[in-house]
């Protein structure tokens, strides 16, 4: 009997090939795309997983309140949090800190022996219980006491092998640093920084007890300020998170209310989140360590996929239906033999299972062609090992499956219950809905895709805003220099002399921070006579003279830094202004006062500058000052020239004459800043090609649809063409059932993308305004695309012979 349903499913799929093939077609398309979002979705999943007693584990994260607002939030917390929590709470076993350097400084690194010197990323200074907390695999020594000793590092297998080639490094010395502040380092340890995925992700590690941030870290005891460690906890097996977290609000009054006091913040809030939440659940939080995905990004691939998938469901339900007259009489000579109504489903489920699993045999391999486009445009690193793990291919046999019997259950339904004298009697079947779920399939099809058309529309206008959007400074042809070492910053005006000597470089300056740079820095100023426990939270920057110049910052008020400028004069923003209250014309007879225990200095207003994006779009412009540094870390040069390859060799040997032994690194600002909005960019590129996709399917399924309806009435077309109907009125009666599909689709689609769209830019506090031609746009180009695939067809049957048509039996 299985073989004889195998030769009837068979013999069916060849006989309708263009059927066939139009369902093959959509599924495995429908099957790649949903592979490749799985592919992506399930590479973001899993991270942290693996330490030893992962869901014990929490890192402290803290929220500031000022004057009943929220006015600061970060995934790190104050130096000391961490083992305080351990002293007061017995159900804390462990706990850890590590500061990213990356954030206030770029040290060189090199091996002892060797003149080439390397900025390294993601550099971490941790205490010694670090490895008591978190699980790595160890290449090189023991991490039970690798980070033990002051002036001890551990290694990235990566780095190792960069420092010290295929050579040993355990016990091994770097320099590290520059100038006075040069360390030499022992390692002590090489870890393998391919095993597992964390939110950790240090390229090495620097013991917590060498001098310098570490020691600086250990040493202070303040729990308001200074929140930039980033602090966890391991608890007892026992524990319970939820009854820790209820105990930090009492713990930070016990341990930190003067100090809350003194920085005049009205309140301060610790949160615990477990360590395999922070990757997919904790892209709302400023300051991470290192890049975490986003999940309501994933569940919007997900979502994307699953409509996909069932767009070349439906494409597969609507032809078998539409064609189930052609099988009327196999039905029901099947029935009077004795076939069973169930029988018959399985023998149709089995031919939907077979096209679906097929199709996903096919997707395979075509999905590991495409997987460099795949990495290129998701930004991320997979394999052919990936698609061909367990898990993946348990996902995808379940995707085969379910999607073979979505795709053939309604189908399977509707032929089986066919009566048998009514299949014997005529080859037309009537159906009670006349068609109307076949109609709605066909809106539901043109519901995704136009949802999709607008989204990409507004998606693609919200990246190009902000690309175009006046920053209130100039990105373009903007280089930043990294300076990085003692020796960079002290040579600064001689740099800058010789710089400004080569043709092409117009202004040259230098700042703590570059643009598109987080400012972390801030401090909490008042006006005199004003309440210290009332301040303002006020964000920090340390620039040179020159630097507005540079960076065509409008000065509004007073003036730019001077050589005998000293850290007491500042520069404010407009926002500055606002925040205290300030009137512009009284800006600079104003001071601001800074108090910090029983030290209280004042500073005085030299200038006003024009409000501009030093963070990013997503966030309103905050308070800023700009005070004279004395050791920046970057180095910015405005140059006008259109061979920048010359431009940038002359900076280098200028500079290599100048600072020996530090690289030359460099970066364009404007592609920086088009990083902060990288994934709006990614999203818009990711939704463009399955917008693309999805209309394909859909005009697959037209294709078909069309095509099977010209077949039912070539009779009738014969005749209206010999009655002298024109190939115009012909072409009109076949595309204009399926054009009105379309309108009813942009009017269910426009009201569901407008309230999606307006929720995502909401994440924008600088945002684009939904214009309603975007919606006009897509319907306009759903209605184009399907006349195209309609009229192809209709066009076809219009200009067909009629008195072949009338002779075909």
């Not at 592609?671 to 590129?685: F, I, N, S, T």
Request: one cysteine or more; charged letters at 20%; glycine letters at 6%.
């Amino acid at each position: 009997m299985f073989k004889n349903y195998v030769k009837i499913a068979w013999r069916n799929l060849l006989k309708n090939k263009q059927q066939t093939i139009i369902n093959v077609l959509g599924l495995t398309v429908g099957t790649v795309s949903c592979l490749c979002i799985l592919l992506y979705v399930f590479a973001q999943f899993g991270y942290d997983e693996h330490h030893d007693n992962a869901a014990s584990i929490f890192r402290v994260e803290t929220l500031i309140e000022r004057e009943g607002k929220d006015g600061f939030n970060t995934a790190a917390a104050s130096p000391p949090t961490a083992f305080a929590l351990k002293e007061d709470f017995p159900e804390v076993k462990e706990a850890t800190r590590v500061v990213l350097t990356d954030v206030f400084y770029s040290n060189l690194i090199s091996a002892a022996d060797s003149e080439d010197a390397y900025y390294e990323p993601r550099v971490y200074i941790a205490d010694s219980t670090f490895f008591k907390v978190f699980s790595y695999r160890f290449l090189e020594g023991n991490q039970k006491n690798a980070l033990h000793e002051p002036n001890t590092l551990v290694l990235s297998s990566s780095l190792a092998n960069k420092l010290f080639g295929k050579q040993k490094a355990l016990d091994r010395a770097v320099i590290w640093g520059s100038g006075e502040n040069v360390q030499t380092l022992t390692v002590k340890g090489v870890f393998d920084d391919s095993y597992a995925k964390s939110h950790l992700n240090p390229n090495y590690i620097v013991s917590m007890s060498t001098e310098g941030m570490g020691t600086f870290v250990q040493g202070f005891q303040d729990f308001a300020t200074n929140n930039f460690v980033y602090s966890y906890v391991r608890l007892t097996s026992n524990a319970n998170a939820s009854s820790l977290q209820n105990k930090l609000p009492e713990f930070i009054q016990n341990r930190g209310a003067e100090d809350l006091a003194n920085a005049g913040m009205d309140n301060k809030e610790l949160f615990l989140r477990n360590v395999s939440d922070i990757h997919l659940y904790s892209a709302d939080m400023p300051n991470q360590i290192h890049e975490v995905s986003n999940i309501k990004f994933l569940y919007f691939l997900l979502t994307l996929a699953i409509f996909i998938q069932l767009v070349a469901c439906v494409n597969f339900i609507n032809l078998s239906t539409a064609r189930a007259s052609k099988r009327a009489k196999e039905i029901g000579v099947r029935k009077v033999a004795g076939a069973f109504k169930n029988t018959l489903m399985r023998q149709f489920l089995g031919e939907s299972l077979s096209l679906s699993l097929f199709a996903m045999l096919i997707s395979i391999p075509l999905t590991i062609m495409l997987l460099p486009l795949v990495n290129n445009l998701a930004g991320v690193y997979l394999t052919h090992q990936d698609i061909m793990s367990w898990k993946i291919g348990f996902l995808l046999l379940g995707l085969g499956i379910v999607t073979g019997f979505v795709s053939g259950i309604y189908p399977a339904t509707v032929l089986s219950a066919i009566k048998p004298i009514k299949a014997l009697k005529s080859n037309t079947i009537i159906q009670s809905d006349k068609g109307v779920f076949r109609k709605a399939l066909v809106v539901f099809q043109f519901v995704v895709s136009i949802a999709l058309i607008a989204t990409v529309i507004v998606i693609t206008q919200q990246f190009q805003f902000t690309q175009k959007k006046d920053l209130g400074y100039s990105k373009d042809n903007l280089l930043a220099l990294r300076i990085g070492t003692d020796e960079a910053s002290n040579k600064f005006e001689s740099i800058k002399s010789s710089f400004l000597e080569i043709p092409g470089v117009l202004h040259v300056s230098s700042g703590l921070y570059a643009p598109s740079e987080v400012i972390l820095s801030d401090n909490g100023l008042y006006l005199p006579g004003g309440n210290r426990e009332h301040n303002t939270l006020v964000k920090r920057h340390g620039i040179s003279e020159g630097y507005f110049e540079t960076l065509d910052i409008p000065i509004l008020r007073g003036r730019d830094f001077t050589p005998a400028d000293t850290i007491d004069q500042i520069i404010v923003n407009q926002a500055t202004l606002k925040a205290f209250n300030i009137k512009e014309e009284d800006a600079l007879s104003t001071r601001l006062i800074e108090s910090f225990g029983d030290e209280t200095s004042e500073m005085r207003i030299i200038g006003v500058v024009e409000d501009y994006h030093f963070a990013s779009l997503k966030h309103e412009i905050a308070p800023l000052f700009l005070y004279k540094e004395e050791n920046p870390n970057w180095l910015f040069i405005k140059t006008k020239t259109t061979d920048y390859t010359q431009l940038l060799k002359n900076l280098e040997n200028k500079w290599k004459a100048i600072v020996k032994q530090v690289p030359f690194d460099y970066r364009f600002v404007d592609r920086e800043v088009e990083r902060m909005y990288e994934e709006e960019k990614r999203l818009g590129q990711i939704s463009m090609v399955f917008t693309i996709l999805a209309i394909f399917i859909s005009c697959l399924g037209l294709f078909g649809l069309v095509s099977y309806v010209a077949e039912q009435k070539k009779k009738e077309i014969g005749i209206r063409k010999v009655l002298g109907a024109s190939v115009t009125s012909v072409v009109q009666m076949l595309t204009k059932d399926f054009l009105k599909l379309v309108l009813v689709a942009v009017a269910v689609a426009t009201p569901l993308a407008y309230y999606f769209i307006q929720r995502w830019l909401q994440d924008f506090t600088y945002r684009i305004e939904i214009q309603w031609w975007v919606f006009a746009l897509a319907g306009g180009s759903a209605l184009v695309i399907t006349f195209i695939t309609v009229g192809f067809q209709s066009l076809k049957s219009a200009v067909a012979n009629p008195v072949k048509n009338l002779r075909v039996e």
